[in-house]
């Protein structure tokens, strides 16, 4: 990788860029463009309890120009815990050069820390370009699914535990 960007763990004065980086990616993936504010990313991704937590790549003159936001998850696969890795996006310009690269490595590094058995994440099928970057870092990309349930089919559900 370039030496044109430091890796560190996110702070809470970095959240004017997480949302800034986060709503891009939300744009990336035909998603509206402004979901995430300032605000919610100091109270969501910064929480006391440590729910999130999150790694970004600065440039020297301290602009954050990429994350990578993930959990704690139990693999039952493996009888083990694993990180679940949530969001990575790096900034247009600085895609091709590493920057990814080694934002999962520091991923990879924590969860050999902490002794995880896997790190998990999705991708849109779609996104052929991602798919192509995993696979390059060893990932398999089996035929599995994400699936979710949100609004008012998740308020519908909830109704018939009465």
Not at 74 to 95: K, P, S
Request: charged letters at 25%.
């Amino acid at each position: 990788m370039s030496d044109a960007v430091i890796i560190r763990d996110g702070r809470p004065g970095d959240a004017g860029a997480l949302a800034r980086l986060a709503n891009a990616l939300s744009v990336h993936e035909g998603l509206g463009a402004a979901v995430f504010t300032e605000a919610g990313v100091r109270r969501d991704f910064f929480t006391a309890d440590g729910r999130l937590s999150c790694i970004v790549a600065e440039t020297p003159s301290g602009e954050v120009v990429g994350y990578l936001l993930y959990q704690d998850l139990y693999n039952t696969d493996r009888a083990g815990w694993g990180l679940f890795m949530l969001d990575l996006y790096v900034d247009d310009g600085l895609r091709g050069k590493g920057v990814g690269r080694a934002l999962v490595a520091r991923l990879a590094a924590k969860a050999v820390k902490r002794k995880a058995v896997s790190i998990w994440w999705g991708v849109m099928s779609a996104n052929g370009g991602a798919r192509d970057f995993y696979r390059i870092l060893g990932a398999t990309d089996d035929d599995a699914r994400l699936l979710g349930i949100e609004g008012e089919d998740l308020q519908r559900l909830a109704a018939e535990d009465s």
